[in-house]
T-cell receptor
């Protein structure tokens, strides 16, 4: 099946710093999604990307859909403590458009 | 966007027993999905549940171990059968969110098998 390679696996940053994480795939995705998962919760959608080359912002978050539709990055600017969590990229595929998830990026924000 | 209520939120079970997890969606959805998230890992799709038909299971998951029910367009259950410690994971249900082409998730069931 399709796989999404996500990096980095974990990040430790100081509060106020910017963060960048990315995902790549060997296959084309027509939609790219970025989720955040807090401890004890299910993933929550942050940003959805639909077009190759699309750049979308949601507050301090910015994500871009690669022009080849095989990669995407997520940037978080001016990090704050509540940004702590696991960030996943995901893309729908298959007849039921079920989601394939990246391996996740564990973000820790130090005060 | 759709809201999914999932329960139980957590449980500790004896090996050899079974646990049924329920998900209720506040709107009608054609597909529902069940995922497993092992400790420190990403989400892995178990099966896709369509209303009125048998669920479609991914490689490595079988109906006898993870029977699924989908009696209507707003509800689904996943049973983890004959549990062993290796089944200790978070189990999550999901449904498409028509509003933004994303997917909404339940809050998950943290299962510990002892």
């Amino acid at each position: 099946g399709q796989q999404l390679n996500q990096s980095p696996q974990s990040m430790f940053i100081q509060e106020g710093e910017d963060v960048s994480m990315n995902c790549t795939s060997s296959s084309i995705f027509n939609t790219w999604l970025w989720y955040k998962q807090d401890p004890g919760e299910g993933p929550v959608l942050l940003i959805a990307l639909y077009k190759a080359g699309e750049l979308t912002s949601n507050g301090r978050l910015t994500a871009q859909f690669g022009i080849t539709r095989k990669d995407s990055f997520l940037n978080i600017s001016a990090s704050i403590p509540s940004d702590v969590g696991i960030y996943f990229c995901a893309g729908p595929s298959g007849s039921a458009r079920q989601l394939t998830f990246g391996s996740g990026t564990q973000l820790t924000v130090l005060p | 966007s759709a809201v999914i209520s999932q329960k139980p939120s957590r449980d500790i079970c004896q090996r050899g027993t079974s646990l049924t997890i329920q998900c209720q969606v506040d709107s009608q959805v054609t597909m529902m999905f069940w995922y497993r998230q092992q400790p420190g890992q990403s989400l892995t799709l178990i099966a896709t549940a369509n209303q009125g038909s048998e669920a479609t299971y991914e490689s490595g998951f079988v109906i006898d171990k993870f029977p699924i029910s989908r009696p209507n367009l707003t509800f689904s259950t996943l049973t983890v059968s004959n549990m062993s410690p290796e089944d200790s994971s978070i189990y999550l249900c999901s449904a498409p969110d028509i509003a933004n082409y994303g997917y909404t998730f339940g809050s998950g069931t943290r299962l510990t098998v002892v």
